[in-house]
């Protein structure tokens, strides 16, 4: 089986998941070419694991000191340049075209008229979940950016519905914590307002995650560039992290027990949604702005959440490999029993 994998790269959640897959997929016996679009090529890292990858502009959205910008976004893609990348995909020649709101590949298949099956967690929105009201404009950007025929979506919780626990690497054993350690991920801020708001905390060893390299005046805050493999030991170790609200930085921090504090991008109905359902199901706790008086009680009043997931990937990666058969309640049920939640 042959199988094209679009994955949008604006953030790192997509690819995140998408690294997860490609595990599952290549042990399945599945040959996947991979095609990564929204940020320049040279801007990736870490990408060894995607043997066959090529790179396309596509989409992407414009932010702001965390605000998603709609006007800049508009103007800030390429249209033309857009539809040359969807006419390049030869999609029909694919056993099956998988995406991750990838919009690419989504729209060379509906050019192509050939089925496409996307993976990921702007699917949910369809089902009863907890989600901010979104804007006219929202509304159009999910129905049209990357539009698909079927959908496997990921949630935190069920919600009675057809959806499937999150896709994260499956973790055995224990680590050992560092107390009052805080791993922070907050990339579209201002890295300056961030250093303000984590400088009186000086009881706590922060280490700030961002796109490029910053020294700090404080000695208990320490500034990384991004790096798999950094990024994933220091999130082990971590008691704390405080994050932008995507779906899979907190599925992350959920399946390793870390207490969590969110900060939703402004204008994105996605983080915002994110933000409900943690508070609502108690897993996490959420500021819309950054706020040294949330932070303090984030760190004094917080409480773990440790969610065991199954290997969702290897389910999924099974599922198409038997030939993708009907999807019925019980095969989702049958994945949501191995799921254990530790308060």
Not at 205 to 226: C, D, E, M, N, R
């Amino acid at each position: 089986m042959r199988v094209l994998y679009g994955v949008q790269g604006t953030g790192n959640g997509h690819i995140t998941r998408a690294r997860v897959m490609s595990k599952a997929l290549s042990a399945a016996g599945i040959e996947v070419d991979y095609v990564f679009t929204g940020r320049p090529e040279g801007d990736y890292f870490d990408m060894e694991c995607f043997a066959n990858r090529s790179y396309r502009r596509g989409l992407t959205f414009h932010t702001e000191n965390g605000r998603v910008c709609h006007g800049k976004t508009l103007v800030g893609n390429n249209v033309l340049q857009f539809r040359k990348d969807v006419r390049s995909l030869r999609a029909n020649q694919y056993d099956l075209v998988l995406t991750d709101f990838e919009p690419v590949t989504a729209w060379a298949c509906l050019k192509s008229k050939t089925p496409c099956l996307g993976i990921g967690h702007q699917y949910v929105f369809d089902y009863p979940v907890p989600q901010e009201r979104p804007s006219l404009v929202t509304r159009q950007i999910y129905q049209h950016f990357a539009p698909v025929d079927d959908a496997l979506a990921l949630h935190w919780h069920h919600y009675d519905s057809a959806i499937l626990p999150p896709i994260v690497e499956v973790h055995n054993g224990s680590t050992q914590l560092k107390k009052d350690s805080v791993l922070v991920y907050l990339p579209l801020e201002c890295q300056q307002q961030v250093e303000e708001l984590l400088s009186p905390f000086e009881a706590h060893q922060f280490i700030v995650y961002t796109a490029s390299g910053k020294t700090s005046q404080h000695p208990h805050i320490t500034f990384k560039t991004l790096s798999r493999n950094g990024f994933q030991a220091d999130l082990k170790l971590c008691e704390y992290v405080i994050a932008n609200a995507g779906f899979e930085l907190s599925s992350e921090a959920l399946s390793l027990g870390k207490k969590l504090l969110v900060r939703p991008l402004k204008g994105q109905s996605e983080q915002q949604s994110n933000a409900l359902a943690l508070i609502s199901l108690t897993y996490g706790q959420a500021m819309q702005e950054l706020n040294a008086e949330v932070v303090a009680r984030f760190f004094n009043e917080s409480q773990s959440t440790q969610i065991t997931y199954p290997n969702v990937a290897d389910y999924i990666a099974q599922w198409i490999a038997k030939g993708m058969p009907k999807r019925t309640p019980s095969w989702y049920q049958k994945c949501w029993q191995s799921v254990v939640i530790n308060r």
